[in-house]
């Protein structure tokens, strides 16, 4: 079986640019939350959304913005992208809303020049 | 936001030798995961908990979710090179979907 799987693996952008980050969670898993990992840190909650539906918003700027789509799979979006936003972004998958384990892809690595 | 912490941040072991590491939380949570991350990949899960007292083991790791549910304990016992690797523990509330990280124990094993 599959496990979460996230595109690309690595990503280079320029400042101001925008960027999109994709991720299909595991079959049958209808819950996708995203994170975002700086170096030497834990992974910080973006979004988190159920049934094509957002369950969730963390502490980031209207920059951020995602939607899953009628498969589950889901995108991220960074619009006006800023040298901080440079880091792993993880992508984890969820069976259901709440009070589930949570199945992390390996992560798209941003790096913004 | 809510930050997790973990202690001790490093530890520097034998192999063979038992691993104890904790996090604990200001907050009450009512589900706790206890990940392993290695360079360059997504945290691993490793043990799950849902239950205050709680005791849950995979293999030579065990986890515990403290009574107060403010805490939770993963230990490693007869470590090994390959439980080389950062772990962290992460929290959920009862309100809320997200999960709360901690700081994260950087674990070396000396063959």
């Known amino acids: 079986d599959a496990g979460v799987t996230q595109s690309p693996t690595h990503l280079i952008k320029t400042r101001g640019q925008h960027v999109t980050l994709r991720c299909s969670p595991i079959?049958?898993?209808?819950?996708v939350s995203w994170y975002q990992q700086v170096l030497g840190q834990g992974p910080q909650f973006i979004f988190q959304?159920?049934?094509?539906?957002?369950?969730g918003r963390g502490n980031f700027p209207d920059r951020f913005s995602a939607r899953q789509f009628p498969n589950y799979s889901s995108e991220l979006n960074v619009n006006a992208l800023l040298l901080g936003d440079s880091a792993l972004y993880l992508c984890a998958s969820s069976l259901g809303a709440h009070g589930t384990e949570a199945f992390f892809g390996q992560g798209t690595r941003l790096t913004v020049v | 936001g809510q930050q997790l912490n973990q202690s001790p941040q490093s530890m520097f072991i034998q192999e063979g030798e038992d691993v104890s590491m904790n996090c604990t939380s200001s907050s009450i949570f009512n589900t706790w995961l206890w990940y392993k991350q290695e360079p360059g990949e997504g945290p691993v899960l490793l043990i799950a908990l849902y239950k205050a007292g709680e005791l849950t083991s995979n293999g030579r790791l065990t986890a515990q979710f403290g009574i107060t549910r403010k805490d939770s304990f993963l230990n490693i016992s007869a470590s090994i090179p390959s439980d080389v690797g950062i772990y962290f523990c992460?929290?959920?509330?009862?309100?809320?979907?997200?999960?709360?990280f901690g700081t994260g124990t950087s674990l070396t094993v000396i063959p």
């Open positions: 959304y159920y049934e094509k539906e957002e369950r």
């Open positions: 079959s049958g898993h209808k819950s």
């Open positions: 992460a929290g959920q509330r009862n309100t809320g979907n997200q999960f709360y």
